[in-house]
């Protein structure tokens, strides 16, 4: 599938800086990027960064994604490996009812809409499930 990416001005997401870390960016396994978003959704913006890990400049590929969560890429020349970072939110989304997103002004379309808020950042998602 081919895409293009939405243009941008000059800001990041998080408004972080060449030599800053996105929020809450932790190393993981492989695994976890299986099940991570970058197989079900294209990344809205792709950004290049280098900043201190370890103690030592690395240079990231980020992978931003509509709900500001994202995957860092590392590729370790010396060591001939990929190492694999997330960063934002791990979210734990609770499902609002009609008459919650009917008080706080959000759209909700009836049995088959869900919409769900995150208890960690606030980050609303909205899902229809009818097929």
Same mark, same amino acid.
């Given at each position: 599938m081919l895409y293009s990416l939405k243009e941008y001005d000059k800001t990041a997401p998080d408004n972080g800086t060449y030599n800053t870390a996105p929020p809450k960016?932790?190393?993981? #396994?492989?695994? /976890?990027?299986?099940?991570?978003?970058?197989?079900?959704?294209?990344? #809205?913006?792709? /950004?290049?960064?280098?900043?201190?890990?370890d103690g030592v400049f690395r240079k990231i590929k980020l992978f931003w994604f509509h709900d500001r969560t994202g995957v860092g890429i590392y590729s370790d020349y010396t060591n001939k490996k990929i190492i694999w970072y997330k960063f934002g939110c791990d979210h734990n989304f609770v499902e609002l009812s009609q008459q919650e997103c009917n008080k706080r002004d959000l759209m909700h379309f009836g049995s088959c809409y869900h919409v769900y808020e995150?208890?960690?950042?606030?980050?609303?998602?909205?899902?229809?499930?009818?097929?």
């Open positions: 960016f932790r190393k993981v #396994e492989e695994k /976890e990027i299986c099940t991570s978003l970058l197989f079900y959704y294209n990344p #809205e913006l792709i /950004e290049d960064r280098q900043f201190m890990i995150c208890k960690e950042c606030g980050y609303i998602n909205a899902v229809d499930s009818s097929g």
